[in-house]
Structures are given as C-alpha cells and as structure tokens.
C-alpha cells in the first residue's frame, strides 16, 4: 500500500543519512589525520553506527510481516552477524575499540549500506538506474566474504581479553554445577560465521542472476 511503501522509503532514507554520515566521516577524518583517524575511529563514530545497525533490526520485522519480499533467512543472519560482532565483541572490550579492524570493518559495512539504501529508496518510488542496480547487487559479492573475515579477525583478537576478564562467562554454584566459558561461544561462533556465509553468497548469487538478467534488465529499461 502507499502508506507501507511511504514508512519503507522513510526507513530507507532514514539508514542511508546515517551510513552516509559514518562514510562520510570516515573518509574526511582518513584525509585529515591519516593512520591517527584509525585508532578512534569507534569513538567518534560508534554511537551512530550502533544506532542504525539497532534500526536494522527492523528489517526481521518488515519481512516477517510481510511488507518486505526479501528472504527471512539470509537477512536475519546478516543482520546477527552485525550485532553480535558490534555489541558482544567490540562495543564489550575497550581494548578491542581501537584496533584497525573495527575501522576496516565500519569502511565495509557503510560502503555496502550506502549503496543497497541508495538503490531501495529508488526502488520504492519505482526508479531502476542500471549501473546502480549492478553495483547494489555486485558489490555485495566480493565485499560481504571481506566482511566476514574482518568478523572473524575481530573475534580473534578480542579473545584474550574475553579471557582475562571473564566478560559474560558464566559459573553457577552447586547444585548447579553449571558453566559457560564465553571464549568457547565464541569459537564455536566463528565456525557458524563461516558456514552461514557459504549460505548468504550462494543467495547473492541468486539475487544478483534474477535481478541483473537479461531479461530484467530489458523491462527495467522499458
């Protein structure tokens, strides 16, 4: 309906001030500090960015609602990936904030959304540029695989400080005699990563083969 299609574009406007604020950002800081911007890049741009990854979490929502045609599967384990390595892993350990990774990983994250918001609010209003509508669907494939392994570097290097800490392990006393090591949830973590992103390129593939064939390309130009 028009009402649902106006709340979609909002939303998608809404993501794409944000993200583009935080690649903004990014890149003016890079340009005027050089390797310095790096270290702070959490500091000075965290905030908005958990902000709009909790936003995100909508999208679950939209989908199971049905005001969205998206695949459930696919999105809500993009979007777990996201929160679980913000919030539990680097919003969790200081230590873990000022490493190079989270920037790299922040760069990754923002160019993609930038893009695939950019492409949706056209999209709601029924507008398809080609080279926009190839680069949304193409640049997710060799970009999404370097996300995760940023993922998975940054889990690796905040595990001892997961370690030393204790941060959300668990031990219960007798009679329980129950216990949770969260460096262990965190490798095991790592392997589901990896698997799930097996799942998600195989569905970009897909995605990019209906919208970018022959075919559609052809109506969307008529």
Known sequence: SFTMNTYLFVYDLMQFCGHSWIFTNMIIRFMSFGKDSLADTFYSIGLVMRLCQLLSVLEILHILIGIDKSHLFP??????????????????QEEVQGKYVV??????????DVVRYTYNMLARMGIYYLPLTWLNFSLCIPLYPLSVLAKAFAICVSLPYFESFGTYSIELPLPFAFSIYFPYVL???????FIGMCFIIQNLFSERKA????GNIKKKRS
């Open 103 to 112: 920037c790299v990983l922040f760069f990754l994250w923002n160019l993609l």
């Open 187 to 193: 490798k095991m973590y790592l392997l589901v990563l």
């Open 211 to 214: 919208h970018l064939g022959t």
């Open 75 to 92: 999105r809500f384990l993009q979007i777990t990936e996201r929160v679980i390595v913000l919030f539990v892993v680097i919003n969790s």
